[in-house]
């Protein structure tokens, strides 16, 4: 059972795709397939020191593909996807592609590179136990064993793992857009993706012609201190919604108290409950507590389709039926566990994150919040064993970038909300900030955000954009029972 994530990225020639690429020097891409991409691309490997600053030792292959511009006359700039985590595969973003760049492929090629670390470029990945056991573990024994995984995951590593910080992975990636013969290139980044857009932009700034920042995380929010803020402020809106909502108030009128009762139940000590696993049917014993329900109510709250169906948990746990939190989140995390490698986004965590955060500030964190703190605590545990680099010395200047941006948040996201949109733009000049109503995190699949983004990336500029679309955008119909959104119930 997967309730809760303890860790919660020739033959092209013959068919008439032509693009800058094909007569770049340094690469031999060859025709492959990349996973949820029908159509086969092309793709290639670039060969990197480990150390790059010494120049010697360990190499690295770094993987990348190029999705060919449908057009004959491909325009010169790609567009570059720079995906979540981090830790997540580049290479696994065909999906996310085809449901809202498949507009900008018409005449651009897309660059999508499996960066140091992630996915198949020397992967740091460790061998965790199975989620079963380990959620039937308390607070305490499940923090020694995720050290002691970790631990002897280090040992089992081919690699210096404090080699593998978001501005190596960014030097890499601009070898390889040269290699590729693109003088500039346009970047869209989701969650994480827009801090790497972020420095990229400030450490290569004439190779960046426009940012799309889809859930935006600046400089200034140290990932993931303020995660149980922002995830406290996406339940209270779900708590206000559902009061506004005649189905959803009649079907549960004291949701707020509710989800207070069941923390309270819960407490940090946790309640031992056997269920069958919603993907196997086995049965299974996992111990909630409080800070494990956060923790999986905030991963609901990521999706605006999903989290119809939270009011109806937390009713249903308050009556001591956890089967539908549990079926809802085990779907989630299994779905999105297999693209991400744990090394790697501990490596970047715990350098760039956690090593910036201000000890009183993390103590303020944990004292206040609706949602609790285990994020943030996970983080802080595994960090504790994880070797750190030095604070990259990027993170000390002043990040900025004259490029054309748009920023994109949704209203509801429990992670990077619009307050860090805001902050975003603070840095950048030539930026319009974009707020998405009724969507939880990344926005660009959502309503006419797929068009906005063509038409930023195909003019070069902000000029005429009109986001006004966006408010067509509705929150789905709330879950009164198993059976779907209901109607207000009448008298007769």
Not at 142 to 150: I, W
Not at 201 to 207: D, G, I, L, T
Not at 246 to 256: M, Y
Request: hydrophobic letters at 40%.
């Amino acid at each position: 059972m997967r309730p809760f994530r303890v860790w919660s990225i020739a033959v092209a020639l013959s068919c008439g795709f032509t693009s800058a690429t094909w007569g770049a020097p340094g690469f031999e891409l060859e025709p492959c397939h990349i996973p949820g991409f029908e159509q086969e691309v092309l793709c290639g490997t670039h060969t990197v020191f480990e150390d790059r600053a010494a120049a010697t030792g360990r190499q690295l292959e770094i993987n990348f593909a190029v999705i060919p511009a449908v057009d004959e006359t491909a325009e010169a700039d790609p567009l570059v996807v720079l995906p979540g985590g981090p830790g997540q595969a580049g290479m696994d973003m065909g999906p996310l592609v085809e449901l809202v760049l498949s507009s900008v492929n018409e005449s651009r090629d897309i660059v999508l590179v499996d960066q140091r670390g992630m996915g198949s470029s020397h992967p740091l990945e460790c061998e965790m136990p199975d989620e079963d056991g380990l959620m039937a573990l308390t607070t305490e024994a499940l923090h020694q064993e995720t050290k002691e995984v970790l631990v002897n995951c280090l040992a089992a590593l081919d690699a210096d793992v404090t080699l593998y910080t978001q501005d190596l992975a960014n030097q890499d990636m601009h070898e390889i857009l040269i290699g590729l013969g693109y003088e500039q290139a346009n970047f869209y980044g989701v969650s994480w993706g827009t801090r790497t857009a972020q420095l990229y932009a400030h450490q290569f700034p004439e190779q960046v012609r426009t940012m799309v920042l889809d859930g935006s995380l600046p400089l200034r929010n140290q990932a993931p201190l303020h995660a149980g803020a922002d995830g406290e402020r996406a339940l209270r809106q779900i708590f206000r919604d559902c009061a506004a909502d005649a189905v959803c108030q009649q079907a549960f009128p004291r949701l707020e108290q509710d989800y207070q009762e069941v923390i309270d139940k819960l407490g940090e000590d946790g309640l031992s409950i056997t269920l069958p696993d919603p993907l196997t049917g086995e049965p299974a014993t996992f111990l909630l507590t409080s800070s494990r329900f956060g923790d999986a109510l905030r991963g609901i709250l990521y999706s605006a389709d999903v989290s119809r169906v939270l009011p109806l948990i937390i009713h249903r746990a308050n009556q001591g039926d956890f089967r539908a939190l549990v079926g809802v989140s085990s779907t989630m995390a299994s779905s999105n566990a297999d693209s991400m490698t744990i090394g790697a986004s501990l490596t970047i965590f715990c350098s760039e994150e956690l090593a910036r955060m201000d000890a009183a500030d993390v103590a303020r964190q944990k004292t206040s919040g609706l949602i609790g703190h285990g994020l943030l605590e996970n983080f802080e545990v595994a960090c504790s064993v994880w070797p750190k680099a030095p604070i990259p010395a990027i993170y000390q200047q002043s990040v900025t970038s004259k490029a054309p941006t748009l920023i994109l948040s949704g209203e509801l996201d429990p992670i990077t909300p619009p307050r860090w949109g805001d902050a975003t733009a603070e840095s950048l000049p030539v930026s319009l900030h974009l707020i998405a109503p009724a969507t939880g995190h990344n926005v660009g699949p959502r309503g006419c955000a797929s068009d906005l983004i063509a038409q930023v990336i195909e003019q070069g500029n902000l000029d005429g954009l009109d986001g006004s679309c966006l408010e067509e955008l509705t929150r789905p119909s709330f879950f009164a029972d198993t059976n779907g959104p209901g109607r207000v119930a009448s008298d007769d």
